[in-house]
C-alpha cells in the first residue's frame, strides 16, 4: 500500500531492546481537502536508521498495517495497529528505477545478413 504527503515531523531511534529498534515519522497526507490527515508512520530495525528524508519533503511511502491483541493481566483483549514503512522515496525524485524506454539496450552482435543472431 503507497502513502503520499509531507513529512511533518522526523523522531530519533529509540532502541526498545537489543533486539527492536524503532523510529516515528508524521506524514500529512491529503492536504488539499478540507480534511488533511496527519498519520504516526513508524520503521523498524534497519530501516529506522536507514531513513534519510527531512521534515518538509514531500514523500511516496510503502506501507504495511500491522495489527495484533493482546490479553493483559487484567484478562481484558486488546487490539494494537500500526503503520510500519519498509520503503520510500521523494516525490519528483529522478532517482527511480528506468521504465522500458528508458533502459540502456545490451549491445548486439550482428551478422551477414543484420540478424542478431
Same mark, same amino acid.
Do not use: H
Given at each position: 500500500? =503507497?502513502?503520499?504527503?509531507?513529512? =511533518? =515531523? ?11 529498534? =524503532? ?6 497526507? $491529503? ?13 523498524? @530495525? $534497519?530501516? %529506522? $536508521? ?6 518538509? @519533503?514531500? %514523500? ?8 495484533r491483541t493482546w490479553t493483559g493481566n487484567d484478562g481484558v483483549e486488546k487490539c494494537f495497529n500500526s503503520i ?17 524506454? @528508458? %533502459?540502456? @539496450? %545490451? ?5 551477414? $545478413?543484420?540478424?542478431?543472431f
Amino acid at each position: 500500500m =503507497k502513502v503520499t504527503g509531507l513529512i =511533518k =515531523k522526523v523522531g530519533e531511534v529509540v532502541v526498545v531492546s537489543d533486539k527492536f529498534k =524503532k523510529r516515528e515519522i508524521w506524514v500529512e497526507t $491529503d492536504r488539499e481537502s478540507n480534511y488533511p490527515q496527519t498519520l504516526n508512520i513508524q520503521l523498524n @530495525q $534497519d530501516n %529506522a $536508521d536507514k531513513f534519510n528524508l527531512k521534515e518538509g @519533503q514531500e %514523500a511516496e511511502l510503502e506501507i504495511n498495517l500491522r495489527g495484533r491483541t493482546w490479553t493483559g493481566n487484567d484478562g481484558v483483549e486488546k487490539c494494537f495497529n500500526s503503520i510500519e514503512c519498509w520503503k520510500w522515496e521523494l516525490v519528483g525524485s529522478t532517482t527511480q528505477a528506468p521504465t522500458l524506454e @528508458q %533502459a540502456p @539496450q %545490451a549491445p548486439t552482435k550482428e551478422t551477414k $545478413d543484420g540478424l542478431p543472431f
